[in-house]
């Protein structure tokens, strides 16, 4: 059984920086890929994604260039580094496996999530 557990949200300032970590368990990232998605007022959309096999990643474009996803060696952990955090990234962030690679956001397994909120 596949489980995802978040940790790392929190309450920043806009353009400060967070760190969310990943931990899957019943998975295995050398076949599969891990990334993030999040709920906020405008319901729910794919954050970031990490193809396992190949190391490939795929963000979303609001977030391009300022999320960094990787994956800790050799562990079924991923970490969404947050830089220049903006009030429209405020959400809940779920850990989540992909039912299509990285090529679709198509969302299969996800943890329960963590609230990151940005705001002066």
């Known amino acids: 059984q596949v489980q995802l557990v978040e940790s790392g949200g929190g309450l920043v300032q806009p353009g400060e920086s967070l760190e969310l970590s990943c931990t899957a368990s019943?998975?295995?990232?050398?076949?599969?890929?891990l990334g993030w998605f999040r709920r906020g007022p405008m319901g729910r959309e794919g954050v970031a994604c990490l193809h396992g096999p190949s190391g490939s990643r795929r963000y979303t474009d609001p977030v391009r260039g300022r999320f960094t996803i990787s994956r800790e060696r050799g562990k079924n952990t991923v970490h969404l580094r947050m830089t220049n955090l903006k009030a429209d990234d405020t959400a809940t962030y779920h850990c989540?496996?992909?039912?299509?690679?990285?090529?679709?956001?198509?969302?299969?397994?996800w943890g329960r999530g963590t609230q990151v909120r940005v705001a002066s």
């Open positions: 989540t496996t992909f039912t299509e690679g990285c090529s679709q956001w198509a969302f299969d397994y």
């Open positions: 019943g998975f295995d990232l050398d076949y599969y890929s």
